[in-house]
Nanobody
Framework: QVHVVESGGGLVQPGGSLRLSCAAS????????MGWYRQLPGKQRELVAR???????TYDRSVEGRFTISRDYAKDTAYLEMNSLRPDDTGIYYC??????????????WGQGTQVTVSP
């Protein structure tokens, strides 16, 4: 069982910054990919950014150049540095943890989400 907890969300003005954290704990043999997803109002959950155990990063085009994902391998923690935030970044941000290189049922773990609101 893997427990995933996000933190760092909140209310910020347009152009501002936030740093989200994702901590994984529990019975973990190995974490492969950690990722951030978001669910914008009225839309399906979408990938924001992810980082592999080898450090390879992937970003959605809408956040490239503004968001940075990083990872502390010793602490099983991932971070999402979000700069130049826009109102259309508003949504619930979820952390995803994969404990298999090809995750199936039981290999993929989600947090409860943290709200990010960008508003004047």
């Amino acid at each position: 069982q893997v427990h995933v907890v996000e933190s760092g969300g909140g209310l910020v003005q347009p152009g501002g910054s936030l740093r989200l954290s994702c901590a994984a704990s529990g019975i973990i043999f190995r974490i492969y990919t950690m990722g951030w997803y978001r669910q914008l109002p009225g839309k399906q959950r979408e990938l924001v950014a992810r980082i592999t155990d080898g450090g390879k990063t992937t970003y959605d085009r809408s956040v490239e150049g503004r968001f940075t994902i990083s990872r502390d391998y010793a602490k099983d923690t991932a971070y999402l540095e979000m700069n130049s935030l826009r109102p259309d970044d508003t949504g619930i941000y979820y952390c995803n943890v994969d404990t298999s290189p090809h995750p199936g049922p039981g290999d993929e773990w989600w947090g409860q989400g943290t709200q990010v609101t960008v508003s004047p």
